[in-house]
C-alpha cells in the first residue's frame, strides 16, 4: 500500500469553512491515501514565536516554510493556502515530483492593481506573488528553513526564495494546478481537467465564504457552494 501523500494546509480561523471544503475536495477525487494536517498556528508552540507583521493577511503567511521542518526534512510535501478547491485527483500533482529541484510551484507572472483584497487585509506586490501559495516541498533540500530563519527572515526573503540558492532550485508546475480566480481569464463552472481547464482553483482575493466575497469568480463560486453543499450531505 503507498504511504499517505503528506499535505499541509495553511490555516487561519476566519477561514474554517473554506479548510474544511478543501479537505473535503481532496479527499473525495483522491486516489492515493492522504494524510492532511492544517497548520495551525497556535498549536505550534515553540517552533514558531513569531508576532505577527502588519504586512500578514493571514495566520499562516509564515507557518507555512516550516513544512520541511515539520516533515524532519525528510521526504516530499504539499503545501496549499485554505482558499483552495480541489477538481481532479491530486495524485496526479504528486507524480510531478522532481528530485532536480527543491521546490516546485505555479510561477505566476501576477501583478496587483488592488490595495487591498478580503475583509480589508493590504495587498502587497512583490516578485513572484503567490508562488508560494502552492508548493511541492523537497523537504531533504529544504533545511535552511529552520524555525529560528522562519521567525526572524523578512517575508519577502521567504515568499521570494531567498533560502535557496538560487532559481535554479524552482522548478515550474502547469498552471492548472492553481488558478487564480478573478485574476486569471475563466474557466467555467465545470471544466475540471488539465485539458478543459484548471485541477486547484485559488480565491486569493477573497471566497465565497466571506459574506462580501459571496460572487467571487462567478459560476466558479456556485461551484464552491456545490462542494460546500455536498461536504455537508448527510447520508441515510
Known amino acids: 500500500m503507498s504511504r499517505p501523500v503528506p499535505i499541509f494546509i495553511g490555516y487561519d480561523p476566519r477561514e474554517r469553512v473554506a479548510t474544511n471544503v478543501l479537505i473535503d475536495s481532496l479527499y473525495q477525487h483522491s486516489s492515493l491515501p492522504l494524510a492532511i494536517t ?15 507583521d502588519p504586512k500578514q493577511s493571514t495566520a499562516f503567511s509564515f507557518t507555512r516554510f516550516l513544512v520541511p521542518h515539520l516533515m524532519g526534512y525528510e521526504g516530499w510535501a504539499i503545501f496549499m493556502d485554505c482558499d483552495m478547491l480541489c477538481r481532479t485527483d491530486i495524485a496526479a500533482l504528486w507524480a510531478l515530483r522532481d ?5 516546485q510551484c505555479v510561477q505566476h507572472d501576477h501583478v496587483p492593481t488592488e490595495t487591498a483584497k478580503f475583509l480589508g487585509e493590504v495587498q502587497s506586490a512583490y516578485p513572484k506573488k503567490n508562488w508560494s501559495s502552492l508548493m511541492l516541498l523537497n523537504c531533504a533540500r529544504c533545511t535552511a528553513l529552520t524555525p529560528a530563519y522562519v521567525e526572524t527572515a523578512s517575508g519577502l526573503e521567504l515568499h521570494r526564495f531567498h533560502w535557496l540558492a538560487g532559481d535554479h532550485e524552482i522548478g515550474a508546475l502547469p498552471t492548472a494546478w492553481n488558478h487564480l480566480v478573478a485574476v486569471q481569464a475563466g474557466p467555467e ?8 481547464g484548471p485541477n486547484l482553483l485559488h480565491w486569493t482575493l477573497g471566497g465565497p465564504w466571506f459574506r462580501q466575497d459571496r460572487a467571487m469568480g462567478g459560476p466558479l463560486a456556485a461551484e464552491w457552494f456545490g462542494a460546500r453543499d455536498d461536504a455537508m450531505a448527510l447520508w441515510d
Open 38 to 52: 492544517p497548520i495551525v498556528a497556535e498549536q505550534l508552540g515553540e517552533q514558531h514565536r513569531r508576532a505577527r
Open 189 to 196: 463552472a465545470g471544466e475540471g481537467s488539465e485539458q478543459t
Open 99 to 103: 528530485d532536480r529541484f527543491a521546490v
